[in-house]
């Protein structure tokens, strides 16, 4: 790999790891009771019917409420929810479910 390569990554990563801790996952914490219905409190869902959120990766739950909000991906109840969450609603909920403690699978 050139160092021009190795610099590009390392920018990236930077970038990355600077949205995550721009978010507040103490705001997510609260943002997040509308979510607890469905997904349970700290995003762990009692319901095979909802996602568990909880320990997900931060890009991945960002990009899912970015993805709903759009239209991009297609459920009826999470396009509205989250057609009104702004850019930081969305940083700081996946914040607060990234941060969450996921149910681990026991072998």
């Not at 890009?59 to 850019?87: F, H, Q, T």
């Amino acid at each position: 790999m050139n160092s021009k390569m190795i610099w590009i990554a390392g920018c990236i990563a930077l970038l990355a790891t600077a949205s995550v801790q721009a978010a507040n996952t103490a705001a997510g914490k609260e943002k997040s009771k509308t979510c607890a219905a469905c997904h349970g409190p700290d995003g762990n869902s009692a319901s095979a019917d909802f996602p568990r959120l909880a320990g997900q990766h931060y890009d991945y739950l960002l990009r899912s409420l970015k993805d709903y909000k759009s239209g991009e991906r297609k459920n009826a109840i999470m396009n509205g929810l989250a057609g009104s969450l702004s850019e930081r609603d969305m940083q700081d909920l996946a914040a607060y479910y990234a941060s969450q403690q996921g149910l681990s699978v026991k072998r």
